[in-house]
């Protein structure tokens, strides 16, 4: 709430407007916020070891109630639609979530829309339009391909494995891990809880010989297979986009027995604040749509995820033609 008649400082920045009150003390800065964020995410082709597919793409149900335990309604970001359709709907969204996955991030319808959201948010944030946009696993991997322009992913030995976070300097005053109680960044970096799953990496060794993605995102942490040390988390220097490399939506809502799957409290803990975080960003973004009825049909509520079975990766899919 920031009633105008108490106001004795109005800043305007990049994010909308800070204000302070004059009453009660002490004083709070407060940044205007949307409490009803809608948050989209993106839909890809079918897994091909997917025995019963229901249309030809699908959402893992786990991201969406990730971002639904924090407070945050989804969209689905349907694959094979227009370039007005993509800017539509972006305008009416208020952040980006790229799942993992496995489809191709050169080739894939996925990737098509991914760069069409991408560019738009480039240009919505350059405008002091803030637009968040989130990258898990396959999703971290498509970012890098759309600041770099070029795959200069390598293999590693990270399929299922439970890894410690290793923390840079910079984490600890970056917006994304700032935010974290220290006794959950204690466990990040101490117990075996970030799930990975991937066969693809960006290696310390190419983000650093690569200009683009140098100059463009931050690294809060790496891992190794042992032998190759990955990037698992970054956030952009100038931009609300971060990505993990690791699957903080599993902890709480996928339970496949396979190793690398952790539901330990520190691990289910550590899910909820980076959708928390999310969200917040979130929150300083009010796009929304046009009119009611348009929200209320492109909402995911219209859609019922399938059951696979609890021992597969995602335990409930939703499917879209
Ligand atoms: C999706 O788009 C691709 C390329 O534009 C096309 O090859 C494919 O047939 C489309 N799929 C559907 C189901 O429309
Ligand atoms: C660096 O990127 C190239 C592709 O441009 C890839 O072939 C190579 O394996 C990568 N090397 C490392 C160490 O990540
Ligand atoms: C825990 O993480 C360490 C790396 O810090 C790794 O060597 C070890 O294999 C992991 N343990 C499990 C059970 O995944």
Not at 190 to 217: C, G, P
Not at 284 to 304: P, V
Request: with cysteine; charged share 20%.
């Amino acid at each position: 709430m920031c009633s105008s008649a108490l106001v004795f400082s109005v800043v305007t920045s990049f994010t909308g407007v800070l204000c302070c009150f004059l009453l009660p003390q002490p004083v709070y800065p407060c940044i205007r916020l949307n409490n009803r964020p809608i948050i989209g995410i993106l839909a890809q082709e079918n897994q091909k070891s997917d025995p019963h597919p229901q249309g030809i793409s699908y959402i893992a149900a786990s991201y969406v109630k990730h971002l639904e335990a924090a407070g945050a309604r989804v969209v689905p970001v349907r694959i094979n639609r227009t370039e007005d359709e993509y800017e539509k709907l972006f305008n009416s969204i208020n952040g980006l979530l790229l799942p993992g996955g496995e489809v191709d991030i050169e080739r894939s319808q996925f990737a098509r829309a991914a760069k069409i959201f991408y560019d738009l948010a480039i240009k919505a944030n350059d405008e002091s339009d803030y637009f968040p946009i989130w990258g898990t696993c396959l999703g971290f991997e498509q970012l890098t391909l759309l600041t770099s322009g070029k795959n200069i992913l390598t293999v590693t030995k990270t399929e299922g494995v439970a890894l410690p976070l290793t923390f840079t300097q910079a984490a600890k005053e970056s917006r994304l891990f700032k935010t974290f109680p220290k006794d959950l960044l204690q466990a990040l970096s101490t117990e075996n809880i970030t799930a990975n799953y991937h066969d693809w990496s960006l290696s310390l060794q190419n983000y650093t010989n690569n200009n683009k993605l140098q100059s463009f995102y931050k690294i809060l942490s790496t891992n190794t297979d042992g032998h190759t040390e990955f990037i698992s988390t970054m956030e952009a220097y100038k931009y609300p986009f971060y990505a993990v490399q690791w699957h903080p939506e599993r902890n709480a809502f996928e339970w496949v027995q396979k190793t690398g799957m952790v539901h330990s409290p520190s691990a289910v803990k550590a899910s909820f604040y980076t959708a928390d975080f999310f969200v917040n960003e979130a929150r300083r973004n009010f796009h929304h749509f046009a009119t009611k009825t348009e929200e209320e049909d492109a909402l995911i509520y219209n859609y019922c995820p399938a059951f696979k079975g609890q021992d597969v990766a995602f335990l409930q899919k939703y499917y879209f033609d």
